[in-house]
Structures are given as structure tokens and as C-alpha cells.
């Protein structure tokens, strides 16, 4: 717990400062590669491919280990680039690229990553650069495809919800609850699972966002137990009190994502747990025999809505094998090799010609597009989490 509770201070609060200002040898760089404001409005793609070619590789630090079926379609796309990949999470990026760029060293090109921090903090401090290619890798123009709010200020390569599952052998008829506030009831006391919070930016994210919409919250509990909401000096909205409750109907806490779902997904029984806060993607394990679906209709909200982002590191060594990269693993408008790892049920590209990807089995309720996602689940409000996470994570140390 001490190293979970370390490794969330770090990445979200306790960063070393970095010059706001460009050295000359950043600038002459991003001159240099063609980045930032000396990015040109059309890009020849084929000098950049033999350019990429004289740099022999790239380097990228991913989030996910799908990263890797990228790392053979790649190569084979564009043969005389060699890729070295590395599987890490979002806490171990930014803990290596600034110890790495603290002491002078530049050996990364591209992060594959999430979080506030990297939209807070290394953006901002120019540990990182925003990139967007002018076309994705079927030739459109990007500004066609991929709306400005996932352009900027960090390029969205996809979305990811964090979202409450249940077992749907167990409740064929659809979700059991309405709303939130249904899982502190006595009779589900011990039947919740979630990845410790202290263990992931995200879910820590899911908790303050219960906060920050501690009106809608109110709204719930009113709908649910037919009484306003009531406020108390240890629980002063009714995000706090929610939090409060389910730490006192015996939350379990697991280790990942991976622990939760397949709790859910293979229980047998009547009485089978639900997980919260856990990855939309993991739907994808029906197809091994889970039975995951999703509470999409709860009030207020079914969860909560990340993006991972592409972005290029700071004097990074391969410029332009990063941007080839990048503008790969964006896809096409049918997922495309660089994409198709990642295309999968549970994770939406931000491009509006690429579909959602159906769960098995397809007649589960479903969010195909991204504006119902917007409306059924909390996007994220960086500014108000960057100020307001401390508060929250302090909040639940209390009740441990």
C-alpha cells in the first residue's frame, strides 16, 4: 500500500518542475523533425518513411501488451524499421521518462499512455509533443475523421470506459439494479469487487468523479430511497457518502481489472458479485466463456470515460520512425493493421468512420457510439481532477 500510495503521488502531484521555455537545442529539434510549430500542413510521407528508414527503429513505451501484435504489423508494413516496445503502465512512464529526461537521457519516441498527468503535467512542461499526422494511414485527412476535441491537446488513439459489470447468466432479463445507491444495500454487501484504487490513477478518477457530480449523486439516492439526501459531517456530499457506504458493505479490493471481471463473468449461482470502475475492454473475455454484461442504464451514471493517448517524447531519437508509427496505429476506416489490436469490443476509436466493435454475444445492450458514451458514462474534467484528487485519495485513506 505504501508503494501504490508513493507511485500515485508522484505521477499526479509531485512531478520536478521542468522549463516552461524552449532551449535552443529543443527547438532546433523540433526544426529539425518537423514538429510543433514547424510541423508543415501536408507531410510527404514517403520521405518520411526513408527517413524513418535511416534512423533503423523506434521506440515506444505502451500501456498495453497489445502493442506488440502492432510491433509485426508494422514491420511488415514498413519493412527497415526495427520497433522496440515496452509494456508499461501509465505510473511507469512518467516515472521513467523523467528520471530518464531529469539526467539528460532521450531514448523513447513515442508514449502510448493515460492520465491527467500526462495532459498536466508533461505536456505542459514539454516532456512530450503532440503530434497529429495530416492523414491516418488509409489516406484520409485526419481533421476529417477525428474530431478536434481528440486532437488536441493530446492526439486520442482510443477511449476506454471504466464501468460497473454483472453476470447475465445469472440475470438474463438485463441489469438487476437502477442505480448506483442499489449496490449499498444489505444484500449485496460483499458482492462488489474493484482494483484498489490506490493501485490506479483510474479508478481513483471513478471516486472523485462521484464527487464532482455530488448533485447528481443527491438525485440518485433520492430515486432510490425515496428521501433527500442527507449530508453528515464525515460524508459532506453525497459522492463522499456513496464511498463511505461501500467501503462499509464490505467493498472488495483486487489487484487488477483482470481479478474483478472474472469474478463476475464466471460465477455461478444466483447470487453472483458485480465489479465496479472496471475496463470496458475486458467484455472482451466473453468470447472465452465469461458472461460479463454491462449496467449501461444506471443512474447517474454507469462510469466513467478515459482516452489514450499518442504522443511523442521530448528530443526523442527517431522522430520520424514516431510519426510513422503513430499515423499506423491510428487504423483505417475499417480498424486497419495498426489499429486491430485494439479493436475490440469495449474500446472505441475517436475516428467517426470506425464502428464500435459488438460484444459477444451481440444481443447484450450496447454503446456504439461515442456520443451515448458521452451521455452514459462521466468524460473525464482534467482541470477539476488535477485540483480536487488530493482531496478524494485522502478521503478514502480515511475510511482503510
Known amino acids: 500500500m505504501k508503494r501504490a500510495l508513493l507511485l500515485v503521488g508522484l505521477v499526479l502531484f509531485g512531478l520536478a518542475g521542468a522549463a516552461q521555455g524552449l532551449s535552443p537545442a529543443q527547438d532546433a529539434w523540433l526544426k529539425a523533425a518537423g514538429l510543433g510549430p514547424y510541423q508543415p500542413a501536408t507531410e510527404d510521407w514517403q520521405a518520411i518513411y526513408e527517413a524513418a528508414k535511416a534512423e533503423g527503429k523506434v521506440v515506444i513505451y505502451s500501456l498495453s501488451s497489445r502493442i506488440y501484435q502492432v510491433v509485426d504489423a508494422f514491420k511488415a508494413a514498413y519493412p527497415g524499421i526495427e520497433v522496440e516496445a515496452y509494456d508499461m503502465t501509465d505510473v511507469e512512464q512518467v516515472e ?136 453528515t459531517p464525515d460524508a459532506p456530499n453525497a459522492g463522499y457518502a456513496w464511498i463511505k457506504a461501500m467501503v462499509e458493505n464490505g467493498l472488495v479490493l483486487t489487484q487488477s481489472d483482470g481479478d474483478a471481471s472474472k469474478a463476475v463473468g464466471t460465477a455461478t449461482g444466483p447470487t453472483p458479485p458485480f465489479a465496479i470502475s472496471c475496463s470496458s475492454s475486458k467484455i472482451r473475455d466473453n468470447e472465452k466463456g465469461q458472461k460479463l454484461a454491462v449496467c449501461w442504464d444506471l443512474l447517474p451514471v454507469a462510469g466513467t470515460t478515459k482516452t489514450n493517448f499518442l504522443a511523442i517524447a521530448n528530443l526523442a531519437p527517431h522522430p520520424n520512425a514516431a510519426k510513422l508509427l503513430i499515423r499506423f496505429m491510428l487504423g483505417d476506416a475499417n480498424g486497419g493493421a495498426g489499429f486491430a489490436p485494439f479493436f475490440v469490443a469495449g474500446q472505441w476509436s475517436p475516428r467517426i468512420d470506425v464502428p464500435s466493435k459488438l460484444p459477444t454475444p451481440s444481443t447484450l445492450r450496447w454503446v456504439t457510439s461515442l456520443d451515448e458514451l458521452r451521455i452514459k458514462t462521466w468524460f473525464y474534467d482534467y482541470d477539476w481532477l488535477y485540483t480536487h484528487i488530493p482531496e478524494v485519495q485522502d478521503f478514502w485513506l480515511s475510511l482503510r
Open 96 to 231: 521513467k521518462l523523467t528520471r530518464e529526461q531529469g539526467a539528460g537521457i532521450y531514448n523513447v519516441d513515442v508514449l502510448f499512455l493515460a492520465g491527467i498527468t500526462a495532459i498536466k503535467e508533461l505536456l505542459p512542461k514539454h516532456l512530450i509533443w503532440n503530434y497529429v499526422p495530416d492523414t491516418t494511414y488509409d489516406g484520409k485527412p485526419v481533421a476529417a475523421v477525428i474530431p478536434a476535441e481528440f486532437r488536441e491537446p493530446l492526439l486520442v488513439h482510443s477511449l476506454e470506459s471504466k464501468i460497473v459489470f454483472y453476470n447475465f447468466g445469472a440475470f438474463p432479463e438485463g441489469c438487476p439494479i437502477d442505480t448506483l445507491w442499489d449496490l449499498t444495500r444489505p444484500e449485496f454487501k460483499g458482492r462488489v469487487q474493484m482494483k484498489d484504487p490506490m493501485l490506479t490513477e483510474e479508478n481513483m478518477v471513478f471516486l472523485a468523479m462521484l464527487v464532482q457530480h455530488a448533485d447528481e449523486m443527491a438525485a440518485a439516492y433520492e430515486r432510490e430511497f425515496g428521501r433527500p439526501f442527507q449530508p
